[in-house]
């Protein structure tokens, strides 16, 4: 079993940051790929970024290249999403997400990770 606890969510203005943390604990091979996701009221969950924590550089969704970036702490078994130039369209609750293996071509599909966070929320305002 893996447990993952997200933390780093509010309420900034448009043009602001945030840095969300996800702390990991359990089996570490059913963690080798982390991500973070987004879902927004009445839209599908989304793939924000996520990496191969064995040496693995991240792998970003095109609206948020340039603009976040996804690190790791190994010996905190921690993951970070800092998000800078937020947009209120990067208004959602954000996931943290664990797998041991996520399929070819699916490190950002929902469907290739089977351990989820609680989520936090963010929420940018124009």
């Known amino acids: 079993q893996v447990q993952l606890v997200e933390s780093g969510g509010g309420s900034v203005q448009a043009g602001g940051s945030l840095r969300l943390s996800c702390e990991a604990s359990g089996y570490a091979s059913s963690r080798d790929f982390m991500a973070w996701f987004r879902q927004s009221p009445g839209k599908e969950r989304e793939g924000v970024a996520a990496i191969y924590t064995d040496g693995g550089s991240p792998v970003y969704a095109e609206p948020v290249k340039g603009r976040f970036t996804l690190s790791q702490d190994n010996a905190k078994n921690t993951v970070y999403l800092q998000m800078d130039s937020l947009k209120p369209e990067d208004t959602a609750m954000y996931y943290c997400?664990?797998?041991?293996?996520?399929?070819?071509?699916?490190?950002?599909?929902?469907?290739?990770?089977?351990?989820w966070g609680q989520g936090t929320q963010v929420t940018v305002s124009s």
């Open positions: 997400a664990a797998s041991r293996w996520t399929g070819v071509g699916g490190i950002l599909l929902p469907s290739g990770y089977n351990y």
